[in-house]
């Protein structure tokens, strides 16, 4: 569904929510939300600067990876407008297998997912050396 054929007033990410809350039970529904109610007022506020899906506290240990992969995805959409966003679990010899959202076409090219999976195993090099030379300055090395 294109965002030209949703009604006036809908953003594809209403239509999203609105189809988990059709498949999701109650419970994970309601948890969902509170996962992404704080990225979504961002959003639509227009705020900058990082935002979080916070999994720390009493619910972080006890959130089924279901959950955590719809929540990913409705921010994909209220980001993208796109619908047809998938969850793609890529494998990296640095950080192992990472979760990652992209667009359907992305996802089923596996030259893409490979550049994918190579940047991630740079970006967690550089993290790397940065928290070694963190270290050794005597700086946090947990931000």
């Known amino acids: 569904m294109s965002e030209s054929e949703l009604p006036p007033d809908e953003r594809p990410v209403d239509l999203y929510l609105d189809l988990l809350r059709l498949r999701m039970s109650p ?19 227009q705020r900058v600067g990082p935002i979080e899906l916070s999994l720390e506290g009493a619910d972080g240990d006890s959130v089924s990876q279901e959950v955590r992969d719809e929540a990913s995805l409705v921010v994909a959409v209220a980001v993208t407008g796109r619908m047809d966003n998938q969850i793609v679990e890529i494998e990296t010899e640095e950080a192992g297998p990472v979760r990652v959202v992209t667009d359907s076409g992305t996802a089923a090219d596996p030259a893409r997912c490979r550049e994918i999976a190579d940047f991630i195993g740079e970006r967690h090099r550089q993290d790397e ?10 700086l946090p090395t947990d931000v």
């Open 27 to 45: 419970a994970d529904y309601a948890l969902l939300l509170r996962m992404v109610e704080p990225v979504l007022q961002a959003i639509e506020e």
């Open 129 to 138: 050396e940065l928290r070694g030379i963190a270290e050794v300055s005597g």
